[in-house]
């Protein structure tokens, strides 16, 4: 199965400070990744993906992520954050299952971003 | 239009009720799923409907029955819950079953269960 790790449970920046929120994966095979983010009470809104290509993914809202092989990364990024931005952020790889269906979404465990004013 | 709507918002339900939570969407995706997500982690799947055939259940217990009665309309059954089951129910789509899709999320359906 493919997996994601988010290492931080919480980040914590300045209001036009940049931030990073971290993703590290682990796939056989190429690897498929995704950013959503969650607003409380808040179903998941989608920011960006890789799929294949450039390294640095662009996405909704300012933010873009950077897709690293060699550091099996994935890190989430906004050159200056927003209180706004305070949120709930998953990373997500595709995933499948023993029939070969590639319809699922395995998600990290999350990283709340808090950003103060 | 590209919203997934779901259905009430908030539900309470006593074990041994049946209610059923409806989730719609109009942009002619042809994949569908069911995501049960408790506070603070991240969502589970539950199950996946692709072109309105039932093509993964994670081992969901049959207290849990999803229907899909056509390519807009997902349902999710309840029978017979257990207090354990209050979570927060997300229902999403996709164009297609490619690797490449995302997805798309309603805002979800909270349900309580006394």
């Not at chain 2, 309105?52 to 259940?57: A, D, P, R, V």
């Not at chain 2, 297609?96 to 490449?100: A, H, I, V, Y």
């Given at each position: 199965a493919q997996s994601v790790a988010q290492p931080e449970d919480q980040v914590n920046v300045a209001e036009?400070?940049?931030l990073t929120v971290k993703c590290t994966y682990s796939v056989s095979g190429n690897p498929y990744l995704f950013w959503y983010v969650q607003y409380p009470n808040r179903g998941l809104q989608f920011l960006l993906k890789y799929i294949t290509g450039d390294n640095l993914v662009k996405g909704s809202y300012g933010f873009e992520a950077e897709f690293n092989k060699s550091q099996t990364s994935f890190h989430l990024k906004k050159p200056s954050a927003?209180?706004?931005d305070s949120a709930l952020y998953?990373?997500?790889v595709r995933d499948w299952d023993d029939n070969n269906a590639g319809n699922m979404l395995t998600f990290?465990?999350?990283t709340r971003l808090m950003v103060k004013p | 239009d590209t919203e997934v709507t779901q259905t009430p918002k908030h539900l309470v339900m006593g074990m041994t009720n049946k209610k059923s939570l409806k989730c719609e969407q109009h942009m002619g995706h042809r994949a569908m799923y069911w995501y049960k997500q408790k506070a603070k982690k991240p969502p589970e799947l539950m199950f996946v409907y692709s072109y309105?055939?039932?093509?993964?259940?994670e081992s969901v217990p049959s207290r849990f029955s999803p229907e899909c009665p056509n390519s807009s309309l997902l349902n999710l059954h309840l029978h017979a819950l257990q207090p354990e089951d209050s979570a927060l129910y997300l229902c999403a789509s996709s164009p297609?079953?490619?690797?490449?899709y995302e997805?798309?999320?309603g805002p979800g359906?909270?349900?309580t269960v006394t």
């Open positions: 036009g400070n940049p927003l209180v706004s998953f990373c997500a990290g465990g999350g | 309105e055939k039932l093509s993964i259940n297609g079953t490619g690797f490449t997805q798309y999320f359906t909270r349900l």
